[in-house]
């Protein structure tokens, strides 16, 4: 059966990614003064935030799965936070950027801070996956260890081999 817990490992490095590359191209496009590379960071900003709302909404199901004492419940703790501090930021950065285009607003001071803005939130998914990253290689959160025994066998499954004495 498919577990959804396993959905935001698959779901959390796409945003990741189309964030981190769509702030780069605005930065781009800022410098070289290039509307494909400001056109890229927006349909970029657009998806990789797309993608951060699915991958709290599956984060939050993950987590559920994840029993919470000691220093593992801290370390889920701050990646939550870390999380909502994220999706907002994101969403902010989105709705923002969105309403300077729709308003033909998108240059001088609202472009740099439309651009802070975007900074903001790409810092935050990196800080957010840091503490994601802690959650399985430090605390091993929702990692199943199996030790190479497999689970459906039982004694009497066993076979034994018999040495000959001759």
Same mark, same amino acid.
């Given at each position: 059966?498919?577990?959804?817990?396993?959905?935001?490992?698959? %779901? %959390?490095?796409?945003?990741?990614?189309?964030?981190?590359?769509? =702030?780069?191209?605005? #930065?781009?496009?800022? %410098?070289?003064?290039?509307?494909?590379?400001?056109?890229?960071?927006?349909?970029?900003?657009?998806?990789?935030?797309?993608?951060?709302?699915?991958?709290?909404?599956?984060?939050?199901? !993950?987590?559920?799965?994840?029993?919470? $004492?000691?220093?593992?419940?801290?370390?889920?703790?701050?990646?939550?936070?870390?999380?909502?501090?994220?999706? @907002?930021?994101?969403? &902010?950065?989105?709705?923002?950027?969105? !309403?300077?285009? @729709?308003?033909?607003?998108?240059?001088?001071? =609202?472009?740099?801070? !439309?651009?802070?803005?975007?900074?903001?939130?790409?810092?935050?998914?990196?800080? $957010? &996956?840091?503490?994601?990253?802690?959650? #399985?290689?430090?605390?091993?959160?929702?990692?199943?260890?199996? =030790?190479?025994?497999?689970?459906?066998?039982?004694?009497?499954? $066993?076979? $034994?081999?018999?040495?000959?004495?001759?």
């Amino acid at each position: 059966m498919f577990d959804t817990s396993h959905l935001h490992p698959m %779901i %959390i490095h796409f945003p990741i990614a189309l964030l981190l590359v769509g =702030f780069l191209a605005e #930065v781009v496009g800022l %410098i070289l003064k290039k509307e494909f590379f400001t056109k890229a960071a927006f349909y970029l900003l657009i998806l990789g935030t797309l993608g951060v709302v699915a991958a709290y909404i599956t984060g939050d199901i !993950a987590g559920d799965g994840v029993s919470e $004492t000691g220093q593992l419940k801290n370390a889920l703790e701050t990646h939550e936070h870390a999380a909502q501090l994220t999706l @907002w930021l994101m969403v &902010g950065a989105a709705i923002v950027r969105i !309403a300077l285009i @729709w308003m033909k607003k998108f240059d001088g001071v =609202f472009k740099y801070a !439309a651009l802070i803005l975007f900074l903001a939130g790409t810092l935050s998914v990196v800080r $957010t &996956g840091y503490y994601g990253g802690e959650l #399985v290689y430090k605390h091993a959160a929702g990692v199943q260890f199996n =030790f190479g025994l497999d689970q459906n066998t039982n004694s009497s499954d $066993t076979t $034994t081999v018999e040495e000959d004495d001759d």
